[in-house]
């Protein structure tokens, strides 16, 4: 391996930063599920808290998000971009992230939601795909 081929650690946290964003856990997020670490993904989030993927249910509990991220999250890749963080009521913060996803067949824009409880626990994440309704036919057949 030459040195032009080496990453440096640097280089792999600088993937993970997200214009607007310092939320440790939201970074985190991003980091262990591109990672494939799912483990490490549902211990982010609050004992209780809830994951909405596209297409499906809320998720509840870490055990429930670890076991749907290993069974689901397998060859995604998320790219995020920009993002804006509120703190709301209850000393409770409430991120939005905007970036992209990509699996083996397709790649879409996407937007997260995050409720971080006042511990920076993710209580709650809803991911968004931000397509047109013929794009989102297209995903749904494809699945």
Known sequence: MTSAEFISPTQ???EFQIEGIT???VLRYFETLNAGEFEATAALFARDGVMRPPFESDIVGTHAIATYLK???QNIKAYPN???AETLE???IQVHVTGKAETSWCS???L???ILNPERQISYTRIKLLASPQEL???RREN
Do not use: H, P, R, Y
């Open 90 to 92: 209850n000393a409770t």
């Open 137 to 139: 036919l297209s995903l």
């Open 71 to 73: 069974q689901e999250g």
């Open 82 to 84: 920009t993002g804006i």
């Open 12 to 14: 792999l946290k600088q």
């Open 112 to 114: 997260w939601l995050f």
């Open 23 to 25: 939320e440790t856990s």
């Open 108 to 110: 879409v824009n996407v």
